[in-house]
């Protein structure tokens, strides 16, 4: 069965820092690979998807991310923080017309 | 464009009783998902529809059922309530699945 890990339910960066949240996978075939960003009290808003057309994958707000299938990681990065980033930030595998979630990561932008 | 329509926002029920919750998909959307979401277990599928037919289906008790209109609208139907079934309800509407999916706001079910 497939499976998402996220590494750390909560990251701290400082406003002008970088942000990278870490995803990695479990996926036999090249899988469709999503990033969604969840802010207190609402949806799901996709960022990006990766659907094998490119490895570096660039989404809304600033975001990017690179498919590295040596490593099955789908690292989620933004050169620049800023205080509207704090939200919860989900990466999630296509399978079978479902998605498959990771825990989540909180992301916390410190003044 | 309208995006994904969840009704209602918000509902409180009691122990025993059965909700139905609806979604309206973003037009020309033919897959509508649903998802459930607690602090505990995070992020859970339930089931897929794609033109009013149920392509693939969570690990959830039969409670819990779906059904898809002709219109691609859908509701789910969770029966004989349980205080566990409390949780924020989501669906998604997608053209193909592996385009991405657009969420609803949600709703948020407290069962007491």
């Known amino acids: 069965a497939q499976s998402v890990t996220q590494l750390g339910s909560h990251v701290s960066v400082s406003e002008g820092a970088l942000v990278l949240l870490r995803c990695n996978y479990s996926?036999?075939?090249?899988?469709?690979l999503f990033w969604y960003v969840q802010y207190p009290n609402q949806g799901l808003q996709l960022l990006l998807k990766?659907?094998?057309?490119a490895t570096l994958v660039k989404g809304i707000n600033g975001f990017e991310a690179e498919f590295k299938k040596s490593e099955t990681s789908f690292h989620l990065t933004k050169p620049s923080a800023h205080m509207s980033d704090a939200a919860e930030y989900f990466c999630a595998v296509d399978s079978n017309y479902q998605l498959i979630w990771g825990a989540g990561t909180k992301l916390i932008i410190k003044p | 464009k309208a995006g994904v329509t969840q009704t209602p926002r918000y509902l409180i029920k009691t122990r025993g009783q059965q909700v139905t919750l609806s979604c309206s998909p973003i037009s020309g959307h033919r897959s509508v998902s649903w998802y459930q979401q607690t602090p505990g277990q995070g992020l859970q599928f339930l089931f897929e529809?794609?033109?009013?037919?149920?392509?693939n289906k969570g690990n959830f008790p039969g409670r819990f059922s779906g059904r898809q209109f002709s219109n691609s609208r859908s509701e789910m139907n969770v029966s004989t309530l349980e205080l566990g079934d409390s949780a924020l309800y989501l669906c998604?509407?997608?053209?193909?699945?592996?385009?991405?999916?657009?969420f609803g706001s949600g709703t948020r079910l407290t069962v007491v």
């Open positions: 998604a509407s997608s053209f193909a699945g592996t385009d991405g999916y657009t």
């Open positions: 990766y659907t094998s057309a």
């Open positions: 996926s036999s075939v090249p899988p469709y």
């Open positions: 529809y794609f033109s009013e037919t149920q392509r």
